[in-house]
């Protein structure tokens, strides 16, 4: 698809992040709302990306550093100051909402963005890489290399069938192919630094 391509989101673009956020998510009560996706942009403009085919917006990503374990609340803002965002030491890239508009789903455009954060990730110095798996759609995450946590609290603004996955990252090795620990208890430090130790809101297309 040589007239596709991924590349920075910019503010001209909101208006079309949003029309598509809403058609994905309003009817199951998980839409954020535009100043809530724009604060995760404010956190990390430098790993949110918009999919752009034959001249038009064809999808986005939106992602940022946050703690091993935790997640953004959809109910809420992104706030300054809480570890998150180009300030926060490398450690977990968490991949946060994903969607691919309807008429190019099932063309591997999800896989290839998210290629396109891991390398993000690995480059920035990032150990590992997560994402919450909404409305059933951790069994399409688990073959790709994302581990389910169940026992990981998350906000209720996710819904019931919400669950959290994480991934490893190892430069020069294919994050699939990893076997690094993930298994330690996620309740015991959660704010402990992740570099010291060993279909979500990014499931849509």
């Known amino acids: 698809m040589t007239d596709t391509r991924i590349r920075l989101l910019r503010e001209d673009d909101w208006d079309a992040v ?10 199951s009560g998980l839409s954020e709302g535009r100043e809530a996706l724009q604060s995760r942009h ?9 999919l752009e085919h034959a001249g038009r917006l064809g999808g986005y990503l939106l992602a940022l550093p946050y703690p091993l374990f935790r997640c953004p609340d959809l109910s809420r803002s992104e706030e300054r100051g809480t ?10 890239m968490h991949a946060h909402d994903l969607v691919i508009s309807e008429e190019l789903r099932g063309r591997g455009l ?17 150990r590992t890489i997560s994402l919450v798996a909404v409305r ?13 946590r169940p026992e990981v609290e998350l906000p209720a603004s996710y819904g019931s069938r919400a669950v959290y996955m994480a991934m490893p990252l190892d430069p020069g090795r294919p994050a699939a192919d990893l076997s690094i620990d ?3 208890d ?14 979500s809101r990014a499931e849509v297309g």
């Open 18 to 27: 949003v029309a598509l956020e809403e058609r994905a998510y309003a009817a």
């Open 42 to 50: 404010r956190a990390s403009p430098d790993t949110c990306f918009v």
């Open 83 to 92: 570890g998150t965002g180009e300030g926060a030491a490398p450690g977990n």
């Open 110 to 126: 999800s896989h290839r963005m998210l290629r396109h954060l891991e390398d993000t990730a690995r480059a920035a110095g990032h």
């Open 136 to 148: 059933g759609s951790h069994v399409l995450w688990t073959p790709l290399g994302y581990r389910a």
């Open 182 to 184: 993930l298994t330690a």
């Open 186 to 199: 996620p309740t015991s430090d959660l704010t402990a630094d992740p570099t010291a130790g060993p279909r």
